[in-house]
């Protein structure tokens, strides 16, 4: 089952409905987990993503790739996240649009300035001013981490005006960059997730 779920990962023009329940499916046995958890953002949950389960995953990446891509706006110049949750999506994405014949570079923006040399928060190349970038995230919660990398990428000259994410808690993120007048989509909710996950017990 596997190798043919790879097989079809492999094909560029792979069919992406079959390609996001395939992730879906890695969600539900790798990164979702039910139990009492504190959040980054410091509030308790009854229930824990760990993206980095699926999308450190090889199959994991490449459909994370293949899915993300055909969000990007056509004008879009780099894809950026904020260090560490975004790392793969943002490789992920960069290496797929190579085989998409559109290359779109990659930035990872860290939360502390690099502690020598330029002592910059965004690695990466550099683009030209206002460059239209859009940001990735693994699983949003209230927002704060991706909108940091936002502020970020801004500050430096870049055009931010969306912010795609594998999945969303649907717990305030998606009103909070509405209100800071970015467009936001993402590939799961967590309505969706926790449903599949109940199908599956």
Do not use: W
Not at 46 to 61: D, H
Not at 146 to 153: G, H, K, S, Y
């Amino acid at each position: 089952m596997q190798s043919n779920f790879i097989n079809t990962l492999c094909v560029k023009k792979a069919d992406l409905s079959v390609l996001r329940q395939y992730l879906l499916r890695l969600f539900i046995d790798y990164a979702y987990a039910e139990g009492d958890f504190l959040l980054s953002s410091q509030q308790k949950s009854a229930y824990y993503i760990n993206g980095k389960q699926v999308t450190l995953r090889p199959e994991g990446a490449v459909a994370i790739g293949r899915l993300l891509f055909p969000m990007l706006p056509e004008d879009t110049q780099g894809i950026a996240g904020l260090t560490l949750g975004a790392d793969p999506l943002v490789t992920s994405v960069s290496m797929i649009s190579v085989y998409e014949n559109r290359p779109i570079p990659a930035l990872i923006v860290r939360k502390e300035p690099k502690g020598h040399g330029t002592q910059a928060y965004i690695e990466g190349p550099i683009l030209e001013n206002g460059a239209e970038i859009v940001v990735l995230e693994d699983v949003v919660t209230t927002g704060r981490s991706a909108m940091l990398a936002v502020e970020r990428l801004q500050a430096v000259g870049y055009q931010v005006n969306k912010i795609i994410a594998l999945v969303d808690r649907e717990q305030g993120g998606s009103s909070h960059y509405e209100s800071r007048g970015l467009e936001f989509e993402s590939v799961f909710s967590i309505s969706e997730l926790q449903k599949a996950y109940q199908e599956r017990r």
